[in-house]
C-alpha cells in the first residue's frame, strides 16, 4: 500500500489547514502522526474502519480526522493552529495486525 499526503504549508497562528492522504489500497486504520524538529514522533489522530476515533490530548478539539472509505482518503482539518503544531506530518495506515505503511510525510509550518 502506498500513501500519498497533501495540505501541508505555511498557516499564520490561529489559522487552519486541512490534510489529506489517499492510500492505494484497502486498509483497516488509517491516522496521522508528526514529528517537530529534535522531537519524537508522536500520534496526533486515528481512526479504525468503523471504529471511534483516537486523539492526541494536544488536539484539544481543534482536530478532526475523517474518512473516505470508498476513496481510501483519510482527512485531518486542523483549526486554531499554533506554533507548537509545527512538524512534518505523516500519514499511517495499518491493513492488518503487524503490517503498516507511512506515508512521505508534509510539512505544517505555524508562523507569523
Known amino acids: 500500500v502506498q500513501l500519498q499526503a497533501f495540505g501541508g504549508g505555511l498557516v499564520q497562528p490561529g489559522g487552519s489547514l486541512r490534510l489529506s492522504c489517499a492510500a492505494s489500497g484497502r486498509t483497516f486504520s488509517m ?19 468503523g471504529g471511534t476515533t483516537n486523539y492526541a ?14 476513496a481510501n482518503t483519510v ?26 505503511y507511512w506515508g512521505q510525510g508534509t510539512e505544517v509550518t505555524v508562523s507569523s
Open 31 to 49: 491516522g496521522w502522526y508528526r514529528q517537530a524538529p529534535g522531537k519524537q514522533r508522536e500520534l496526533v489522530a486515528t481512526l479504525p474502519r
Open 57 to 70: 490530548d494536544f488536539v484539544k478539539g481543534r482536530f478532526t480526522i475523517s474518512r473516505d472509505i470508498r
Open 75 to 100: 482527512y485531518l482539518q486542523m483549526n486554531d493552529l499554533e506554533p507548537e503544531d509545527t512538524a512534518v506530518y505523516y500519514c499511517h495506515a495499518r491493513v492488518s495486525p503487524g503490517i503498516h
